[in-house]
């Protein structure tokens, strides 16, 4: 029997039919590592709680996130400067320290720096931004309001060669909804948080500094060193709204507790 050239293609073309679905099925959005990018220790956390825990001890947690997309390495926020593995004399009041570096914890990840295509930095405070040089090539993502604050002795906050992309509200990195950069202004001018659909964890939020504890997030707490404190409330309200619609675990960046709760590099979240 002569078999047809066209039921022969259709033949083949269903053979690779499930092939090329299961490469169409594969999530963009392939991890989400959690890198320790220092650890904190202050002598009074009413600091940072709004009168509250006068005299209490506490310590910080300060994490960078590593995200592999189709696309190509997003890293949200560089934590404290490498140089903080031998960190300078301090106010006994607050110390910041490192255990490794940076450099060295993308290494044991097969990741270099080249390899970074995007930066976004929650806010310009040195806990968060303090290795953003470490990638010369990658491009910035950060609110235009941020990028134009000056530092205290007026000079910029990024080398002007370094490229960038200047945000004014959301954005939406890889175009398909997977990781969104959420604006919530208020601690400092441009401060942002990042929103992240997992394929397999669900939805999490990466929450910067616009909350500092699960204390302050429960009661709203606000600093009085904040740079405006009605946009903080607001930011934090945004956050808990989003949360909300999306199911979304909620990572306070400088609450100890949670930090030790959730798995670290070189354990991944999918």
């Not at 090329?20 to 990018?37: K, S």
């Not at 509250?52 to 949200?76: P, R, T």
């Not at 948080?193 to 009661?219: C, M, N, R, Y």
């Not at 904040?226 to 956050?239: I, P, T, V």
């Amino acid at each position: 029997m002569k078999i047809s050239p066209i039921v022969i293609a259709a033949t083949l073309l269903a053979g690779f039919a499930p092939a090329a679905q299961a490469q169409q099925g594969r999530p963009a959005l392939e991890r989400l590592y959690v890198i320790d990018c220092g650890q904190g220790h202050a002598t009074d956390q009413s600091r940072w709680t709004t009168g509250y825990n006068a005299g209490k001890e506490v310590d910080f947690s300060d994490n960078c996130y590593l995200i592999k997309h189709a696309q190509g390495w997003m890293l949200w926020d560089t934590g404290l400067a490498d140089s903080y593995t031998n960190p300078p004399s301090q106010p006994a009041s607050f110390t910041w320290r490192r255990k490794t570096t940076l450099a060295s914890d993308l290494e044991a990840l097969g990741v270099k720096p080249a390899d970074i295509k995007y930066v976004a930095i929650s806010h310009t405070h040195g806990d968060h931004s303090g290795n953003a040089e470490l990638f010369p090539q990658a491009l910035l993502l950060v609110q235009k309001a941020e990028y134009d604050w000056p530092n205290q002795d007026g000079t910029a906050r990024f080398k002007p060669e370094h490229p960038v992309k200047k945000l004014e509200g959301d954005y939406d990195v890889f175009g398909d909804g997977s990781v969104t950069v959420i604006s919530t202004p208020g601690h400092t001018p441009g401060h942002q948080s990042l929103l992240v659909k997992l394929p397999k964890t669900g939805t999490v939020i990466l929450t910067g500094d616009a909350v500092h504890f699960q204390e302050s997030w429960d009661k709203r707490l606000v600093p009085g060193f904040n740079f405006d404190q009605d946009k903080s409330r607001a930011s934090m309200q945004r956050l808990a709204d989003l949360a909300a619609q999306n199911k979304a675990l909620v990572w306070i960046n400088h609450d100890k507790t949670i930090s030790d709760a959730v798995k670290h590099a070189p354990d991944f979240y999918e």
